[in-house]
């Protein structure tokens, strides 16, 4: 049965008050596939059913932000406290930061005091840090404690942590001293002591730290879990490995949405409105209508030549795309390279004398193409003409295109906004001059 | 230190036959940071500290297949037995994948009679499919064990399982009956079976099964790991999390490649070749210059109106790269969405409207801004075409671009290769002609 199908006979259950034969229908589903089925039925009478499910703080954690916030508007605020409490301290904070202020301020007072103070911490990082990413539902063991006791402090946490799986030994100041898996304590005898079975010092991050390093840092060494610490060395939060999974591709689709001109955009495609999808795009486009400007002006300026020649103006688009094309391929190769740390900053001179032998290649096998083309429709002066401009002008597309990343990365900014369209942009006034330049020398004017 | 200073001050160490000055060097690194050092080396030299490493099947299971391969030529045939014995399972046939016939006889032997088989049948699976991501290193229980039964056997099971964080419950025929997390068990009474504590049915895959959806089911409900079965259910092998953020990462390198119309390509951007850099990315620019033969040959039959209206030439870049630009974001869009399983096949009709809806938002605000460059150079005539051309280009593009992905996806082809260069091919000699009819019939031939 699918999603939509079950979500319907929900509805109708909860409609009939008949919440057994509702609960019966949803036994036995994962957490994330009942949200998927929530997010299909009406808020209005979700909320009824969802407060009655065994995992409810876990399911509704799973739901998209947005339909958090309209489902936490119908619980009564008794209710939604209660849930509330219930979740993941870090995606308690996450929703906390959608309400409105309103529904802040209903909500905050119904909670105890220890989360009411979790939340305004948690919420008080800033975006893509790994103090927004971290939930500090983590367990802890003291350096004295032997292996009996650790795991009775570990079965006393359990209930209450993100992970069990790694325990972070601090000291009195919650300073971070080593971490401990669950599998050493398994393996080791009752009486061994926690400061000689910790890992020390810990991989960890700090609060500050961009979320993609962070998402990093667990890939590299195979991770369950990442301690967080902050500026004194103070243990604060865990990152684990299935949110640090959602970061890397995130991530990677926000390059990949930057490398085809399109601005980083938040939310499921289908989702997403018009309004919104336009302001994400529009920006290169026309910024490519005024960087044609030049383009235009060279064509201009050499306005009699083409009207002598207007064979030139078979290839021009051609040529002009050819730049753009084997630029979007070099930058492509370079942003996806920076972004996996394949490649660092001081590679790059290395890697642009090797970039341009590999133009020359793809220029002379294009000019050999183009030149065959432009002997057909022309004459071999044509073709030479041609030939030569294919080469510079895929030459200077490759060096462009793997040199902006690297530029944009010095200047600070994110190297995957080396868009195929900018690329294309700053290629076509190069290309239409090279070529037009080229031809100047070899054809006569009318 | 550097990786490359530590690499070289082990390199004299070895050379000098300083073993302990050597470990001493490197005590407390972590294994995929050794396996960093250790590719700086000589293999000559490297295969000498490495047998010595405490933990140096996981170093060199870390290690770029090429330089394993490099290393398994230096080792004395027995103790290559003894290390490729130790490795995880999972690395261990990805290895043997790589090496030579040669290599290959030389080593089978000399393991033993069990390993041998581990690895003949792991690497007999087919690249991309789930047997062949998985390792054959798992922890298992029997439905009727109590807690300290499974606890007792988890230990004894420990030292060459993966994990033992999730230990998964199998019948007589190794048929798998369900998942039990380490945390449960150590929350569990003494006396409590397995058959109680054991989450049933569990998320599984096939062996069958593409590793992107491997990767993609340990993403949704957030798993350290996944049983992999076969097609009789019998329980052959798991996946971990960190090798799922690897596929994932990986799959997401290749998408982005494609986009860029760079083909699959596998290895370090730094390390592959220039002929592969070359082979990799020639196919899609050639193509290129012959699906512009359309474009040419619309231009030549539009060659008087041109002579007569040589300010057409001006915007021709321009019209001709604005498609390919709108379309390449639309491509994009889909492309992604359709990775992430943000949309579906089905999906294709409605979004086409919103995409149609979008475009046209687009390629009028466009249209405004070339119209005025238009009529700049031109009159109000070349304003109007321009405008209109630009409104139908962009239309174009769009729905090019967005449904090629979809196409392609219908045909067999993965979606990610409907790529900048392709798109802006096709939108090449579509917005030429379009932009030359609507000026044919506005304009005046000379």
Known sequence: MSHHELALILSNAIEQQQFNTALIQVKGLRPVDLADIMSHIEPALAWRLLERL???ATVYAYLDADIQVQLAREFPRANLA???????????????????????????????QAKREDIRKLAAYEEGTAGALMSSDYATLEASMNVSEALAALRAE????ETIYHAYVIDAERKLLGVVSLRALILALPEQQMHSLMVSPPIHCRVTDDQEDVAKAIARY????????N??????????????????????????????????MVGNLKDVSIGLLYRKRVFWLVLLVFGNLFSGAGIAHFEELIAANIVLVFFLPLLVDSGGNAGSQSATLMVRALATGEVVMRDWFSLLGREALVALCLGGTMAVAISAVGYMRGDEVVALVLAMSMMCVVLIGCV????????????????ASASAPLITSVCDASGVLIYLFIASRFLALG
Do not use: W
């Open 222 to 229: 195979d991770l369950i879990a990442i301690p967080i610490i």
């Open 54 to 56: 065994p995992h409810r």
């Open 400 to 415: 462009i295109g793997m040199s902006l990343p690297f530029v944009l990365n010095r200047l600070g900014f994110d190297p």
């Open 158 to 161: 359990a209930p209450d942590a």
């Open 82 to 112: 209660r849930l509330v409490s219930e979740m993941p301290s870090d995606e308690r904070a996450d929703l906390y930061k959608c309400l409105d202020q309103e529904q802040r301020d209903a909500l905050l007072p119904a909670l105890a």
């Open 231 to 264: 500026e004194n060395n103070v243990l604060v939060g865990i990152v684990t490995h299935d949110d640090a999974m959602d970061v890397a591709s995130d991530e990677a689709t926000d390059d990949f949405h930057k490398s085809g001109g399109v601005s980083t």
